[in-house]
């Protein structure tokens, strides 16, 4: 398994759009919008691949003060429950914080959240509504300080 980050664009960008239009899109009957579309360009993406073959992603966003978001992960169906995306969210976070990222955010869909709890992620907030299902906040402290909607707050 390899895991990378891959070039906005790039034939493994598009392998990225399509596994995540079909696991998280699809089954909503959404497509992206054009403010969604002029975000891609801006963020980071990363993959696991096994032979090859794109078989896990996740989305990256610089929120800034040392925070990122991600969003948008999605592992192949047939690859699920193998412990992929937890490889995959430790691999991008170890880099992140390699780079001095201090925190994550995320907004996870009520079925997930138990999966992010299970790698430190907690609540904040109540359950709300985004693309037509439950969602619920969720941050992550990442080194000695907790980060929460992109401020400092003592831990």
């Given at each position: 398994?390899?895991?990378?980050?891959?070039?906005?664009g790039s034939p493994d960008y598009e392998?990225?759009?399509?596994?995540?239009?079909?696991?998280?899109?699809?089954?909503?009957?959404?497509?992206?919008?054009?403010?969604?579309?002029?975000?891609?360009?801006?963020?980071?993406?990363?993959?696991?691949?096994?032979?090859?073959?794109?078989?896990?992603?996740?989305?990256?966003?610089?929120?800034?003060?040392?925070?990122?978001?991600?969003?948008?992960?999605?592992v192949e169906p047939k690859r699920q429950?193998?412990?992929?995306?937890?490889?995959?969210l430790e691999r991008v976070e170890g880099?992140?914080?390699?780079?001095?990222?201090?925190?994550?955010?995320?907004?996870?869909?009520?079925?997930?959240?138990?999966?992010?709890?299970?790698?430190?992620?907690?609540?904040?907030?109540?359950?709300?509504?985004?693309?037509?299902?439950?969602?619920?906040?969720?941050?992550?402290?990442?080194?000695?300080?907790?980060?929460?909607?992109?401020?400092?707050?003592?831990?």
């Amino acid at each position: 398994m390899e895991f990378s980050e891959v070039t906005f664009g790039s034939p493994d960008y598009e392998h990225t759009l399509s596994l995540r239009k079909r696991i998280l899109r699809d089954p909503l009957r959404l497509e992206w919008s054009e403010e969604e579309k002029a975000w891609e360009a801006r963020e980071r993406h990363f993959v696991l691949r096994e032979e090859g073959r794109v078989i896990g992603c996740v989305v990256a966003r610089d929120l800034g003060e040392n925070v990122f978001k991600l969003r948008q992960m999605a592992v192949e169906p047939k690859r699920q429950k193998a412990g992929l995306g937890r490889v995959l969210l430790e691999r991008v976070e170890g880099l992140l914080i390699g780079e001095g990222v201090t925190g994550f955010e995320l907004n996870a869909r009520d079925l997930a959240v138990g999966f992010y709890e299970k790698l430190g992620y907690q609540r904040v907030g109540d359950e709300f509504v985004e693309v037509s299902i439950p969602h619920w906040k969720m941050e992550k402290v990442a080194g000695d300080r907790l980060v929460g909607g992109g401020q400092e707050m003592a831990r």
